[in-house]
């Protein structure tokens, strides 16, 4: 499993229900072109400080370099904050202590 992760600031991240149904809509229905091997999105908000990080996740290297291209051409809008980092990583480990 791999995982690409986008760091932004400021936007309407002051507002975390706004920026989430922001990007829930953007996901509804067909994914993106380029996207369409993603298999989560995970997005972490910091109200307080206004930045946040959202999360890809892919099962191969290959899948994730292609969702990364993608989300490159997506410039998230004024609204959105300002995307200040990618990152991208081989998971080492998924646990789930389960409930």
């Given at each position: 499993?791999?995982v ?27 994914r ?13 908000v ?7 990080l ?20 997506m ?6 904050g ?18």
């Amino acid at each position: 499993m791999y995982v690409r992760i986008a760091r932004f600031e400021g936007g309407d991240l002051t507002d975390p229900a706004k920026a989430v149904e922001r990007v829930r809509t953007m996901m509804q229905g067909e994914r993106p072109p380029g996207l369409e091997q993603a298999k989560r999105l995970l997005m972490l908000v910091d109200r307080e400080n206004e930045r946040g990080l959202g999360l890809t996740f892919f099962d191969t290297e290959e899948d994730m370099r292609t969702g990364d291209e993608a989300l490159n051409r997506m410039t998230p809008g004024d609204e959105a904050g300002k995307r200040t980092g990618v990152e991208m990583y081989e998971v080492g480990l998924d646990h789930d202590f389960g409930r």
